[in-house]
């Protein structure tokens, strides 16, 4: 195809440049007249347009800066079909500029391209002797990340909601006592401060995911930030919302599949595993699983787990209390300090197995 003319420029300006290469389907009969507006557009904006004429088929692709055109703009032609994206969207999360994997390293703790993390803890801070202790254990099991939520997105106005502030400070308590970097969920930006403050790594919520919003002025922080799928959120979808992270300033961003909504009941939501090798193909940023949230059972749990970590995961996060039953948030899938030991043991073989493989 001969949509190179501005290559140099174009490769040399992508950090700057909302670059997109389009091809424009025309359809049957197009007359000359119907597609001269367009070219005649495309030239007002600077854009490199070339015309390729197949035995059925007539295409205008094009190279350039296209961010001054919107794609309804050109489906408002009355001659134009469709038009396909040749390059995604999201060009700071994509491997396409940046096709090395990229490792954070977080308090000490790295994670992607061949660093594994593992982040643990209570669904949600109940109160100091609780979160001491899941910290202490999930630390002595191999655990890197301390994880539970301040603030809880419930379902119910009357679940319990979190501590607030207080479960930050006692997060802060147990990252004192075991030095692990605390994973901890902001749901308003009316606590930016405290997560700037208090918090190593902060996570999106699957309900936040796109709270556009939300995602731009947790990235204006730039620290780390855990970004969760959403419920019924696509790949490309969960994509762009690191997107919105990344082009607030952040530059590093965990993405988290926790299992999606389809027709199936047994399970809390179904565990999209491809999802790892999809976004590792995609995207440069590590990929961890949430069985927890997946799969809603403990006993589901440990398996998930080995599952995510075979197809190369760059970490999980698990929901571990050591009360379960008497949990306020999640019991049902919280596995034990015992079992979180027991699946630490076997997650590392794994890892084993297919590093020599
Ligand atoms: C959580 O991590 O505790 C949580 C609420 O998860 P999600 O946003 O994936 O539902
Ligand atoms: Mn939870």
Redesign the pocket.
């Known amino acids: 195809m001969i949509l190179c003319e501005r290559s140099d420029k174009i490769s040399s300006h992508h950090d700057k440049e909302e670059l997109r290469f389009m091809i424009v389907i025309l359809k049957r009969g197009t007359q000359e007249r119907e597609v001269e507006p367009i070219y005649k557009m495309l030239e007002e904006c600077g854009i490199i347009a070339q015309e390729i004429t197949g035995e059925t088929t007539r295409m205008i692709g094009m190279a350039g800066d296209t961010s001054g055109i919107s794609e309804d703009s050109i489906l408002c032609f009355p001659c134009v079909e469709r038009i396909m994206r040749v390059q995604e969207p999201y060009k700071l999360a994509g491997r396409k500029f940046h096709p090395e994997e990229s490792v954070f390293d977080i308090g000490g703790q790295k994670i992607g391209g061949g660093h594994f993390a593992v982040m643990a803890g209570p669904?949600?801070v109940e109160s100091e002797e609780q979160i001491l202790a899941i910290a202490a254990a999930v630390k002595d099991s191999g655990a890197s990340f301390l994880?539970g939520?301040a603030f809880?997105?419930r379902t119910s106005p009357y679940a319990f909601k979190g501590l607030g502030l207080e479960g930050l400070e006692l997060l802060v308590m147990a990252k004192r006592k075991t030095g692990m970097p605390i994973v901890t969920?902001i749901m308003s930006s009316e606590y930016l401060d405290a997560f700037a403050e208090l918090a190593d790594v902060i996570?999106i919520?699957?309900?936040?995911m796109q709270n556009f919003t939300l995602l731009s002025q947790v990235g204006a922080l730039k620290k780390p930030v855990l970004l969760?799928?959403g419920?019924s959120s696509t790949i490309e979808e969960l994509l762009m919302a690191a997107e919105y992270i990344m082009a607030g300033g952040s530059s590093e961003v965990i993405l988290?599949e926790?299992?999606i909504r389809t027709f199936e009941t047994a399970t809390r939501n179904t565990l999209d595993v491809s999802a790892v090798p999809v976004l590792k193909a995609k995207s440069h940023l590590p990929v961890v699983i949430?069985p927890?949230?997946a799969t809603g059972y403990w006993y589901y749990v440990e398996p998930m787990a080995l599952a995510a970590t075979a197809a190369g995961a760059d970490g999980l996060?698990l929901?571990v209390h050591n009360n379960p039953e008497l949990a306020l948030?999640?019991g049902a899938q919280s596995v034990t300090p015992q079992v979180f030991h027991r699946i630490m043991n076997k997650v590392g073989r794994v890892r084993e197995a297919i590093a020599s493989s």
Not at 205 to 208: S, V
Request: proline letters at 4%; one cysteine or more; a positive charge.
């Open positions: 669904c949600s994880r939520g809880k997105p969920e996570q919520g699957a309900r936040n969760k799928r419920l988290c926790r299992g949430d927890s949230h996060m929901e948030c999640d």
